[in-house]
């Protein structure tokens, strides 16, 4: 348990840590110039080994622990721009801060190591369906539709992404997971997340459009998790561990509201769609 709790920490303070680095080195150099910036460059990198990390958390540790551990990268952004960027925290940021932390430490402690487990008959086959029907709600909706839609979509495709790593991991090694339909949806509904969020950063604000879509990416995994994945909570944890993810959500949703949060996201439009992309390689 020790090296996969490890692993979904580092994997939170990896995409942190690179989201800072993309929103200062796109102000350096704006526009598609930041794709040759060294620290944009080396905030890929870093998404890559965060990534890396993600994948050994979800074989090991359920979905309400990794989604919700994952969520709290905003913590480091927060953090970090206070000091890199110079963005104002507010005492509220702070306590949230504390919460939020506390809160992972309760959710480690009730979930335990939990190896990925084979999924039930029939669970292939409803993934593929739900993520064509994402694509179908996101061709309907991706015109017209309103931030808070488009946001529910994004969150709904990331977890998606995540259902089916989990899922996925069971097969085996990863070549064993490339080659079997669960891949599938995992690009699938990656996609979908990208492209719905990106969609819902233009017509609504930063900080609102991630703290929805951190609420329905904890929330939704961690339910399908439970229900159809055979995660479990440590005898005599449930309520504490319950109370821990909602806790932990509600942090994390101050925190994306956080002028620091809105800094480092609003620093330029390539660390925006560089964080989209990172977000399904999270999964």
Known sequence: MTLALLAAVAAAVGYGVS????????????GAGALRQPLVLGALVLDGAA??????????????????????SVVVVV??????????????????????????VVVALGAGEQPAVAPPVGFTT??????????????????????????VLAGLGYSGAAIGARGAHASGDLLATVRQPLAVVIVVCGGVGVLAYLRALERGSAGGVAALSSV????????????????????????????AVVTAVA???????????VAAEGAGGVAERDASVRRVQGT
């Open 216 to 243: 329905v990416e904890v929330l939704v995994p961690g339910v399908v998790g439970v229900a159809v994945l055979g995660d479990t909570v440590r005898a005599g944890w449930a309520v504490p561990v319950a109370l």
């Open 126 to 151: 409803a993934m593929l369906v739900a993520a064509g029907v994402l694509v179908a709600a996101l061709v309907a909706a991706y015109a017209r539709g309103g931030a808070p839609l488009l946001t």
């Open 19 to 30: 989201t800072v680095l993309e929103a200062v080195g796109t102000r350096r150099s704006p």
């Open 79 to 104: 953090v970090l721009a206070r000091f890199v960027l110079g963005a104002r925290t507010r005492r509220r940021d702070v306590l949230a801060v504390a919460v939020v932390v506390a809160a992972l």
């Open 51 to 72: 990534w890396l990390a993600s994948l050994l958390a979800l074989d090991r540790l359920p979905l309400f622990a990794v989604q919700a551990i994952q969520a709290s």
């Open 251 to 261: 942090g994390c949703v101050v925190l994306a509201r956080s002028p620091a949060s």
